[in-house]
């Protein structure tokens, strides 16, 4: 399959270069690379469309000024292992959990280890939003409870869910390359979960105890509603991939849907929240 690569120059570069890739996810693009100038990102051919690019500006949510220049270059079939085994770090979830590739070697002496099979930058543990989750679930209670994992990426959320002792876990991504990798990194770490490509719409009237969102925050404010029906009396939710900043809009929605506010979690800007349905 034939693929297009653009190399991207943002200035400034942080944060907004990781703002920069959860936008290009968002339409299609499957990989990224960081670079000192920016970063690199893979869509395949049939999927571009240069006009969704023109005037792509990550600091548009605070209301900020970003330059973004971009340059095209066609590129015929990607050794995805080959790209990451050269730029893919390993992650270290304070000293509880440690996120690999395959071509990681294993480390002792921390409790979970997951394997990621590194085709897309999201769900890796390195983006800001999905550490700040992982975080929250690593001392969450799992013992028995229905977990659903609301764009599920890679999967590394829900894994560390069923790791953790969940009776079942759901995970939803409307990307096939997600629902895909998903199924992979599942296998790989020897755990069981229900993956479904969808959106919203999968959820039904399935109900669950623990609810996981890593999406952005126009996606939380339009579907949270649904995410509020699906989750059972005293439930938990976990939220993330949006801005500190962006906190009190979605808290004020959970709040008019019955859900309480219980802590935050942020770093360089970005954010994680627990609600409860009390």
Not at 16 to 40: P, R, V
Not at 217 to 243: H, P, R, W
Request: glycine share 6%; aromatic share 10%.
């Amino acid at each position: 399959m034939d693929y297009k690569e653009v190399v991207f120059k943002v200035e400034p570069r942080d944060p907004w270069c990781d703002l920069l890739i959860e936008m290009l996810a968002e339409i299609g693009y499957e990989s990224f690379q960081q670079t000192e100038q920016g970063c690199k990102a893979y869509i395949t051919s049939d999927l571009f469309d240069e006009s969704k690019l023109i005037n792509i500006n990550p600091g548009m949510p605070l209301n900020k000024k970003v330059d973004v220049k971009y340059q095209l270059q066609d590129i015929e079939d990607i050794n995805w292992n080959e790209e990451w085994e050269k730029n893919y770090e390993p992650v270290i979830i304070n000293n509880k959990c440690y996120i690999r590739a395959p071509f990681h070697p294993p480390k002792e002496n921390i409790p979970f280890e997951i394997i990621i099979e590194p085709k897309m930058s999201f769900g890796t543990g390195h983006h800001r939003t999905t550490s700040l989750i992982a975080e929250y679930l690593l001392e969450a209670d799992f013992k028995g409870k229905d977990v659903l994992d609301m764009g599920c990426g890679t999967g590394v959320l829900a894994i560390i869910a069923a790791k953790r002792g969940a009776k079942n876990v759901t995970a939803i991504d409307n990307h096939i390359y997600a629902f895909e990798n998903t199924i992979e990194n599942m296998n790989n770490n020897n755990v069981k979960i229900k993956v479904i490509h969808g959106d919203k719409g999968e959820i039904g009237n399935q109900k669950f105890d623990v609810i996981i969102v890593n999406i952005t925050k126009n996606t939380i404010i339009e579907d949270i509603k649904e995410y509020c029906e699906a989750l059972n009396q005293e439930g938990v939710m976990f939220m993330s991939g949006f801005f500190e900043k962006d906190i009190v809009d979605i808290e004020k929605k959970a709040k008019e849907l019955g859900m309480e506010f219980v802590s935050k979690r942020t770093r360089d800007r970005w954010a994680s929240i627990k609600l409860h349905k009390s």
